[in-house]
């Protein structure tokens, strides 16, 4: 069963290490620490995207700057209080840590797939250019009954494909992972630079639940 679920949150990225560790939490007795890994682009841009290691997969004494590396695992979610609600933090939860010569080409060095549930109506729009755009919002199953909750953003084809989906319907999602900075505006004097993170989606159909799997997903919602 635990396999099953798993391989409903598949992640590959594979980029320089631009951080030393940071600690993150501790769970009996394990502790985990965030570390920051630029990941190309197809073009010359890149995505900063934070790995979450456990100290026994990694010495998270070194200092491992500048090297490549490639980290197998999950994308999760939680959700942090703060400024009187809850904001949706994501990482890369990494299983399995390698290094590496050379880097693959860009489209196998961001690699992610996931197979969850609709948890809010679709936000369909047009850019001022025309572009479509929809922005979903995926939950992920985990074992033992908790969930991550993964933004998603189609393009094109996709953007109206998945403009249709309904709360409840199980979808599986092939794409990238992507950063991406913006200005939150505090209060009326101060702003904040910020960084989302989301699923870019190449590829998504709808798969056929269960009614059982469907009505339990209708209650998934972010608290």
Known sequence: MTDKVIDNNQVTVMGEVISTFSYSHEIF????????VRVPRLSESY?????????????VREDYRGKLICVN??????????????????SVFAREVSFVEQLEESSKSNQIFLDGYICKEPIYRKTP??????????????????????????????ARFANHFKVGERCAIWGRIQSREYMKKLDEEHVEKRVAFEVS?????LLNAEPREQEALVSCQLS
């Open 201 to 205: 989606v190449s590829k998504l159909e």
């Open 29 to 36: 007795g394990e502790g985990f620490y965030m570390l920051d």
């Open 73 to 90: 695992g999950q994308f999760r979610s939680y959700n942090r209080h703060e400024e009187r609600k809850n904001r949706l933090v994501l």
């Open 47 to 59: 995505d900063v995207i934070p790995v979450m290691v456990s100290e026994r997969l990694l010495d």
């Open 129 to 158: 250019l025309g572009r479509e755009i929809a922005d979903l919002l995926l939950a992920v199953n985990r074992p033992y009954g908790k969930s991550d909750y993964i933004p998603c953003i189609c393009w094109g084809r996709n």
